[in-house]
């Protein structure tokens, strides 16, 4: 059974970097899917930030593509989020999520990590 | 604004059957990308509920259902019960710009 798991500071200040780690048991992530990041405001619905691809391929929101990057990390079987230059719209619930195989536009979301809520205040 | 709308909230008695509308254009829905289903029940992490429009993964009951035609795509769920309360988002695919995976704004279901 594969689970998902986030990590990261819980506050960052304006300006600095978002940096946020998802452990994943039960599954080896270099071995297949797409493996993505989803945030979702305070109160508000769900945005989609990015996907990276067992591969290494990546694949940005447009909105967002300029501050973000994910990467993987196959040895200690977790992938990685960074979003450069944060402001309080940042703030929000980040989710990391397993996707599927094939291509990007056929992928949906699941398993989900439980989320972690990052606040951008000084 | 999100590029696939769906109404802001829904409510029904129990027992009875409610839909859940997702619309888009022919840059996402309308030129065949699939669409997808999730239930979020309150401070938890939203979950897959149907995929490719309309199959269900493994547990999910039969009460809930999905479609699409055209531009647009629906959820459906039969014999409403107070445990399905909670808010139903829509996802697809969207090719403009440089392609982007894209989520509905959500719906809120209230179970009277």
């Known amino acids: 059974q594969v689970q998902l798991q986030e990590s990261g500071p819980g506050q960052v200040k304006p300006s600095e970097t978002l940096s946020l780690t998802c452990a994943v048991s039960?599954?080896?992530?270099?071995?297949?899917?797409?493996w993505g990041w989803v945030r979702q405001p305070p109160g508000k619905g769900l945005e989609w930030i990015g996907s990276?691809?067992?591969?290494?391929?990546?694949y940005y929101n447009p909105s967002l593509k300029s501050r973000v990057t994910i990467s993987l990390e196959t040895s200690k079987n977790q992938f990685s989020l960074q979003l450069t230059s944060v402001t309080a719209a940042d703030t929000a619930v980040y989710y990391c999520?397993?996707?599927?195989?094939?291509?990007?536009?056929?992928?949906?979301?699941?398993?989900w990590g439980q989320g972690t809520l990052v606040t951008v205040s000084s | 604004q999100s590029v696939l709308t769906q109404p802001p909230s829904v409510s029904g008695a129990p027992g009875q059957r409610v839909t859940v509308s997702c619309t888009g254009s022919?840059?996402?829905?309308?030129?065949?990308?699939?669409v997808q289903w999730y239930q979020q029940l309150p401070g938890t992490a939203p979950k897959l509920l149907i995929y490719?429009?309309?199959n269900r993964p493994s547990g999910v009951p039969d009460r809930f259902s999905g479609s699409r035609s055209g531009t647009s795509a629906s959820l459906a769920i039969t014999g409403l019960q107070a445990e399905d309360e909670a808010d139903y988002y829509c996802?697809?695919?969207?090719?403009?710009?440089?392609?982007?995976?894209?989520f509905g704004g959500g719906t809120k279901l209230t179970v009277l």
């Open positions: 999520a397993r996707g599927t195989t094939g291509a990007l536009a056929q992928n949906w979301f699941g398993p």
């Open positions: 039960g599954y080896s992530i270099a071995s297949a899917y797409y």
């Open positions: 990276i691809y067992h591969t290494g391929s990546t």
């Open positions: 022919s840059s996402n829905i309308g030129a065949g990308f699939d």
């Open positions: 490719r429009n309309s």
């Open positions: 996802q697809s695919f969207d090719s403009s710009l440089s392609g982007s995976v894209v």
